[in-house]
């Protein structure tokens, strides 16, 4: 069955740092890729779109990578700040119709 | 634009009570979504609409939940009857066209306590 692995620990670093977060996928071959941020008591916030036939893709300080063949999408934050702290997760889609897929998400914690 | 409007923001039912929750999606977004959130299963899609017509439920749990969109402005997921295990929070989600490059916007969610 499919299934969307992000790092189910909470990642804390300290500001200023890059943070990476991780997500892995099998048994699916996503026509595009998405990340989003969720706050607390929120709905999650759409972030950036990364499609197959694409293998990098910024937005100010955010940077997506996708690896169709390793099956992997990275998500990295530059110069990170304590508002960046949130829950973000990557949703997969594209062949299943308009199904939207998420994973469990990571906990992003940014310490000043 | 005011966003995707949900409500109530929270409902706290006794188990075997109707429960219905309600959407307002962004005007000019035809695709509309249905996810439930909790800390063990995460974020699961119930049922999405395209133009107002339901194309996949085939995440709805069971024949306790029904979803209709009467209108282009307007949808509502319901539950009857309510059971404990239906406890979450309901996420309404649109978007401008699905299978394409558009994320979805969602709203804040409906926390549903059934005891």
């Known amino acids: 069955s499919q299934k969307i692995e992000q790092n189910s620990e909470a990642l804390n670093i300290q500001e200023g740092k890059t943070a990476t977060l991780t997500c892995n996928y099998t048994n699916y071959s996503p026509a595009y890729l998405q990340w989003y941020r969720q706050d607390p008591g929120r709905g999650p916030v759409f972030l950036l779109l990364i499609r197959e036939n694409e293998k990098e893709k910024r937005k100010e300080r955010l940077k997506v990578t996708f690896d169709t063949t390793l099956k992997q999408s990275l998500f990295h934050i530059t110069a990170s700040q304590p508002a960046d702290s949130a829950t973000y997760l990557c949703?997969?889609?594209?062949?299943?119709?308009?199904?939207?897929?998420f994973g469990q998400g990571t906990e992003l914690s940014v310490k000043p | 634009d005011a966003g995707v409007i949900q409500s109530p923001r929270h409902e706290v039912t006794e188990m075997g009570q109707e429960v219905t929750l309600r959407c307002k999606p962004i005007?000019?977004?035809?695709?509309l979504f249905w996810y439930r959130q909790t800390m063990m299963r995460g974020l699961e899609l119930l049922i999405y609409?395209?133009?107002?017509?339901?194309?996949?439920d085939s995440g709805m749990p069971e024949d306790r939940f029904s979803a209709k969109m009467p209108n282009a402005s307007f949808s509502t997921l319901k539950i009857q009857p309510s059971e404990p295990r239906d406890s979450a929070v309901y996420f309404c989600?649109?978007?401008?066209?699905?299978?394409?490059?558009?994320?979805?916007?969602f709203g804040s969610g409906t926390r549903l306590t059934v005891v």
């Open positions: 609409f395209n133009n107002n017509v339901p194309i996949d």
């Open positions: 989600a649109s978007s401008f066209r699905t299978g394409t490059n558009y994320g979805y916007t």
């Open positions: 005007s000019g977004h035809n695709s």
């Open positions: 949703a997969l889609g594209g062949n299943q119709g308009g199904k939207l897929i």
